[in-house]
């Protein structure tokens, strides 16, 4: 009934497995992949015909974590698996994005590859078995794809590479000083197409090592896929390149020099106005015949992409006639709005940020429910892009794929740098609103997300600053790396590469490739010419901030930690939360307690929270043997009088030890409510507090021995 292939390799400490034709078998191309014991299917489908007039290619990616897969029950109130996470999201671009480029040159038929995971031993991480999966599937289903490619997890661990570091390693990274990086490297044969990584300041070598090393590590795994694609694969779909050769001849004719003459305005706006005015008479020159011709559009975008290219390369002018290593004007400033707790504006050149950051308390955390278990995040990155930026209108709803993916990149950028929670006990969330765009509003996320968190306050380790490089590859091999891109440069250019970090080393490295063929030398350079125009930016966003403010913001709250022991939590939260509610309510402050006994309390008044903590104190601290308390008469009777004296402990002053004379009743001298010194004698046979009084003067709280060896 089944045509089952299965290949297997052992990869690192686990075996990988590739299997088809027993699971889906009316898609395109179907691969289930499994590492260790997480499984991953990956299924591709592809229209065998194009849409009309279609003129860029629809390819859909969809990772989706079934809970099942980790033997849980989703949360939330339907108990199903709802819109993607962000961990889907951001693992779906991580599969679309090395994939892309590979596809033949004009192909626009539709492609959907979905992944779903079917098992997680909660050890090896998903993501990569997807990526391994997809491309297996797409190698197999006849769709002109290019590849295969193969991706690997790199970690780096006292000096040496760790290939597919277990989950728990990459865990919250910033809590686990001894793993350094998390790089994520995807590519095919020849070439590294894709990188994403988190870094704690890591040097340039370093992080080109991880890379070379990924790389090297994933060619068993294509030969892999090779060996399955020579059983399974599908007889390749019947499609040729369109030639559209003639057509772009006509375009050439049509609009060169007046091309060549817009793309030499250094403005933004009336360079994209001119641009579109040249299509428009470049349209208007040609038949009826070429302009339904679905090609209109790449010949057009060929055109323009051969005007900026060969301009850059052969002598080096870029459009706004910077230099290749040359970053834009920068103007940083902070504290711009009154109420917030810390806000910078970052502009540089034609892209700008508005950041803000917001300190919160325990309560603001993000609780994330994840496929290996639930946690906790105080750090939270937000961006938003909105149309106005580039000038155009559109509709506004929820963050997209791409809003997500650059709010995780300036995340990673910027964590790395963070205080520890048990130095900062603040929940941070630092919003960027990007104002204006032209050429990588992602690092300007970073660069303002930092100086709008030392404007709050925050104690960073060091600034972070992040700059967008770019390549042109020529055909025979020639090349330009150019510093901050603009829009039209990654748009019409061969590589998107996103270096953030301090001065002492990279936070951040984000890399895309829309050609195969980029060399370690290249990207050497890149990595090179990145590290300069990061100081350069670090100088320029040093004369806005150049360290954390040490005073918050009036309005920011304060928050003062305290931990007690565990078995007292139960009897500073109280029975139903009696306990806790008090406090909050007679202090004004916020009380946070968590399960390792860690309180933090939270208040913009300091007064609040003194008296807060003091509450906390006198029900969790025990008294001290021979200390002297002031204490409150609570109830006499016959043998003496108990006296509140610590909190809500209460202890006996046996009428002994009132006075230094005989009392018939202890009334005689005292009555309820009355205040008194006494002084902890000790604890009898039973563990009841004796108190004395007569040892103490009532009127200055000395002991009176203390005042006879005075005298």
Known sequence: MFNEVKKSMQWGQETLTLETGKVARQADGSVIATLGETSVMANVTFA??????????????????????AGKVPGGFFKREARPTEKETLTARLIDRPCRPLFA???????????????????????????????????????????????????????????????????????NPEQRLDLVVAGTKDAVMMVESEAYELSEDEMLGAVVFAHEQIQPVIDLIIDLAEVAAKEPFNYTPPDYSELYAAVKAAGEEDMRAAYAIRDKQERTNTVAAVREKIKAALTEE?????????????????????????????????STTTVRAIESQVGLLPRTHGSALFTRGETQALVVTTLGTGEDEQIIDALHGNFRSNFLLHYNFPPYSVGEVGRVGG??????????????????????????????????????????????????????????????????????????????????????????????????????????????????????????????????????????????????????????????PRIETMTVPTDKIREVI???????????????????????????????????????????????????????????????????????FFG????????????????????????????????????????????????????????????????
């Open 105 to 175: 040159p004009g192909f626009k038929h539709e492609v959907l590859v979905m992944c779903t995971v079917l098992s997680h031993d909660l050890v090896n991480d998903p993501d990569i078995v997807a990526m391994i999966a997809a491309s297996a599937a797409l190698t197999i289903s006849g769709v002109p794809f290019m590849g295969p490619i193969a991706a690997a997890r790199v970690g780096f661990v006292d000096g040496e590479y760790v290939l597919n570091p277990e989950v728990q390693d990459m865990d919250q990274l910033r809590n």
């Open 399 to 556: 963050p997209g794929r791409r809003e997500i993916g650059h709010g995780k990149l300036a995340w990673r950028a910027l964590q790395a740098v963070l205080p520890a929670a048990t130095d900062f006990p603040y929940t941070i969330r630092v919003v960027s609103e990007i104002t204006e765009s032209n050429g990588s509003s992602s690092m300007a996320s970073v660069c303002g997300g930092s100086l709008s968190m030392m404007d709050a306050g925050v104690p960073l380790k060091a600034p972070v600053a992040g700059v967008a490089m770019g390549l042109v590859l020529e055909e025979d091999g020639s090349y330009a790396v150019l510093t901050d891109i603009l829009g039209d440069e990654d748009h019409l250019g061969d590589m998107d590469f996103k270096v953030a970090g301090t001065e002492n080393g990279i936070t951040s490295l984000q890399m895309d490739i829309k050609v195969a063929g980029i060399t370690p030398e290249i990207m050497k350079q890149a990595l090179a010419q990145a590290k300069d125009g990061r100081m350069h930016i670090l100088g320029e966003m040093g004369k806005a901030l150049s360290a954390g403010r040490t005073e918050f913001s009036a309005h920011a």
């Open 574 to 644: 109280g029975s139903g939360g009696k306990v806790i509610r008090e406090i909050v309510e007679t202090s004004g402050a916020k009380v946070d307690i968590n399960d390792d006994g860690v309180i933090k309390i939270a208040s913009p008044n300091a007064d609040a929270i003194q008296k807060a903590y003091d509450m906390i104190y006198s029900i969790v601290a025990e008294p001290e043997e021979g200390k002297v308390y002031k204490g409150k008469v609570v109830k006499i009777v016959d043998f003496g009088a108990f006296v509140n």
């Open 48 to 69: 065998k015909e194009p849409k009309p007039g279609q003129d860029f290619f629809p390819l859909t990616v969809h990772y989706q974590e079934k809970y099942y897969a």
């Open 290 to 322: 070429q302009l339904e011709d679905a090609n209109l559009g790449s010949a057009l975008k060929k055109l323009e992409s051969s005007i900026l290219r060969g301009d850059v390369v052969k002598n080096g002018n870029r459009i706004d006639g910077r």
């Open 648 to 711: 809500k402990r209460d202890g006996l002053v046996h009428v002994s030890q009132i006075e230094n004379r005989r009392l018939n009743h202890p009334s005689d001298v005292l009555k309820e409510g009355q205040e008194v010194w006494v002084k902890l004698l000790g604890f009898d046979d039973r563990g009841k507090v004796r108190l004395s009084m007569k040892v103490v003067d009532q009127e200055t709280g000395q002991e009176a021995k203390k005042e006879e060896e005075a005298e």
